[in-house]
């Protein structure tokens, strides 16, 4: 049987908005893919031997819990480097996605420095970007929706040849400007969106999986799972998230 193992990031911390489904999903999956799976919680301070990783899990945080994030993973900030450029899979979720760049500068105009694994950088708005989100992903051919929920004050910018998840069809994205939301660097993703993500987007919980299977060279060897279920979760809530009924809501922070 094929095996992976995931390290699932600070869980009592990084936990916004349904994160832990992410998990569950993820689990879950695997073992209906009947991929052996080991979850590895990490906590603050805990040596982290990121050779051992195969799919590194970021929830959503405050900023509090950002700041003790970075201050804590720049020690490993080569180590973990390393891992990205050698193909370890990253999901880093909301505050862990505005971790991975160079910098993110809170409501307070305190810079706090970023992990600097990929080209891009977040600053605070003065409003929050609240809602139901749905994207275009081009991951896949022909590209596939994502739908999810987003709730983040931070406004992030992607640097030169730094891929975007989607482009935004409903939902504010990345910075409610440039209908760009996520990133995608090697086998790292990050995205705002919330919700949590997974459970109503099975095909990118099955390419997460996929990914860390590949990146120990092993073959994925999907089954063949009824996912109605799923995708009536999916398309209720893209109902939803269209609907004139739903009010997207940008409030003052």
């Not at 349904?18 to 893919?33: F, P």
């Not at 050698?86 to 505005?98: H, K, L, T």
């Amino acid at each position: 049987m094929v095996s992976i193992k995931i390290f699932h990031l600070y869980p009592d911390h990084l936990n916004l908005y349904g994160d832990r489904g992410n998990m569950i999903a993820l689990c879950r999956r695997a073992q209906w893919h009947n991929i052996d799976i080991e979850v590895i919680p990490v906590k603050p301070g805990e040596k982290i031997d990121f050779s051992h990783c195969d799919l590194l899990f970021m929830g959503g945080g405050q900023d509090s819990d950002q700041q003790m994030v970075a201050e804590d993973l720049k020690k490993r900030s080569s180590e973990l480097s390393s891992a990205v450029e050698n193909g370890m899979v990253v999901f880093a979720v909301c505050g862990s996605y505005q971790l991975l760049g160079s910098y993110y500068i809170t409501g307070k105009g305190e810079k706090i420095g970023g992990l600097e694994l990929v080209n891009l950088y977040t600053e605070a708005g003065t409003e929050r970007l609240i809602g139901n989100a749905v994207i275009n992903c081009p991951l896949w051919n022909p590209a596939k929706t994502l739908a999810g929920f987003e709730n983040h004050a931070g406004k992030t910018y992607l640097g030169q040849g730094l891929q975007p998840l989607g482009q935004v069809m409903i939902g504010y994205g990345n910075n409610g400007t440039d209908k760009t939301e996520g990133a995608v660097y090697k086998n790292v993703i990050g995205t705002y969106l919330h919700g949590s993500l997974l459970p109503k987007n099975p095909w990118l919980t099955d390419l997460l999986l996929e990914k860390a299977l590949v990146y120990r060279d092993q073959d994925f060897v999907p089954a063949n799972l009824d996912d109605s279920l799923e995708h009536k979760a999916h398309n209720a809530f893209i109902e939803l998230a269209g609907s004139k009924k739903h009010k997207r809501l940008s409030t003052k922070v």
